[in-house]
């Protein structure tokens, strides 16, 4: 599927003043097109600089190297992911290249079944793989992923367990709801009907159960085997059990405005605007979310660019939705306003020893690891949001909602 390039798209990038990114004299279309720009080199750097295609950059080092895992990890498909949707409108065959090498690093991951991240992990990859240059065996790796999620599905509680192996019984995590894609697209291309019953199954007992009446969100449920009943909502990456963890939020956003591209049902896509609205009310003046909303030190508390990206991606899909003109506007302005100060010279990596595109994510900010830093899960999602924006102005059919 041909999709299109942004040298085809002409747009004016105001000349750089002393090596800073004066986004704030830039329309924004221009900021995008520099800030793409920028993540262009960054993605080329960091495949000449990791070169092994089966290590995984994960988040940066104090000398801005990339830390890298190894593919079981739940961030290992989103370094491809980013070379794909590079690819995807650069049509330069290096990030082809480079997206082929490292997705096919993930490809025993189709059969991890102890860990529920299988969909990040295979989607981002062989998914946006698959969609941009169709392929077969790609195919098959995305649908046996799929079938391998299935096995950690629960009927008694009607959720796919998150965690093995913590001090939960049954722990299921709003970032779950990322998962949930693979089922869908699975059920939709030669999976079968239980993979979609399965997600739906999952994403009724999220928005029943993880949602407070206000619109935030608890990161973890933990569930009674033999009854199906909510034994405790805990955080794990957030500050208090009753407070909102921001990238948590996040993932509601995007993974219930997700289900309901899939599934047309109204109630998720009520329960889509009922995180973004919260999540919107919460923003500070630049738009880029604390690391908690409730956290203690605000405003000295770390940001975190990470939930701010995958927000802003959400939003841009969500307001597509949204039935109420008044919402469709007012999420597609909030997203917009976002990636403007994502795109800013205060969040962009340029001009320091960053390998990766943005700064100052927090991955566990409890336990005190990946504070500051940029973080291959933040880039991915920015890249998205930049493409969705794009696509917007263009005024394109939607050739694929990611």
């Known amino acids: 599927m041909k999709t299109f390039s942004f040298q085809r798209w002409k747009m004016v990038v105001l000349p750089l003043a002393f090596g800073i990114h004066p986004v704030a004299a830039q329309s924004l279309d221009s900021a995008v097109t520099h800030a793409l720009t920028f993540a262009g080199k960054q993605l080329k750097r960091t495949a000449a600089e990791v070169v092994d295609s089966l290590r995984f950059p994960r988040s940066t080092l104090a000398d801005g190297t990339w830390r890298t895992t ?11 992911g980013c070379q794909w949707y590079m690819f995807e409108h650069t049509d330069d065959p290096e990030f082809k290249l480079a997206a082929q090498r490292w997705t096919a690093g993930m490809v025993e991951q189709q059969f991890d079944k102890g860990t529920h991240d299988v969909g990040f992990k295979i989607f981002c990859s062989y998914g946006n793989g698959h969609r941009i240059v169709p392929a077969g065996e790609y195919q098959k790796v995305i649908l046996q992923a799929a079938q391998t999620l299935t096995t950690r599905f629960n009927p008694t509680i009607g959720c796919i367990k998150s965690w093995d192996n913590r001090k939960w019984i049954y722990p299921v995590i709003i970032d779950n709801m990322m998962n949930l894609e ?6 939709e291309h030669g999976g079968t ?3 979609r019953d399965i997600a739906i199954s999952h994403a009724e007992k999220t928005m029943r159960n993880h949602f407070r009446q206000d619109g935030g969100t608890y990161h973890v449920l933990d569930y009674d085997t033999s009854t199906g009943s909510v034994i405790a909502r805990n955080t ?19 993974g219930f405005t997700m289900t309901y591209r899939f599934t047309k049902d109204e109630r998720f896509l009520q329960t889509a605007e009922r995180a973004a609205d919260y999540f919107i009310s919460y923003l500070p003046s630049d738009h880029i979310p604390y690391w908690d909303f409730m956290a203690p030190g605000i405003p000295n508390e770390p940001r975190d660019v990470s939930a701010a990206a995958i927000a802003a991606s959400a939003l841009f899909e969500l307001s597509t939705f949204s039935k109420e003109k008044s919402r469709q506007l007012g999420y597609l302005e909030k997203a917009k306003k976002i990636l403007r100060s994502l795109c800013s010279a205060a969040y962009l990596a340029q001009g320091t020893n960053s390998r990766g595109i943005l700064n100052h994510a927090v991955g566990h900010k409890p336990a005190g690891t990946e504070l500051d830093v940029s973080i291959i899960y933040a880039d991915y999602y920015f890249i998205e949001a930049m493409m969705r924006y794009v696509r917007r102005q263009q005024g394109m059919p939607k050739a694929d909602d990611r």
Do not use: C, N, P
């Open 70 to 80: 190894q593919a079981r990890e739940w961030t290992s498909g989103f370094f491809a």
């Open 182 to 187: 693979l089922l869908f697209w699975a059920s």
């Open 193 to 195: 009907k239980r993979m």
């Open 236 to 254: 794990h990456q957030g500050y208090a059990d009753e407070s909102v963890w921001s990238r948590g939020q996040a993932w509601g956003i995007y």
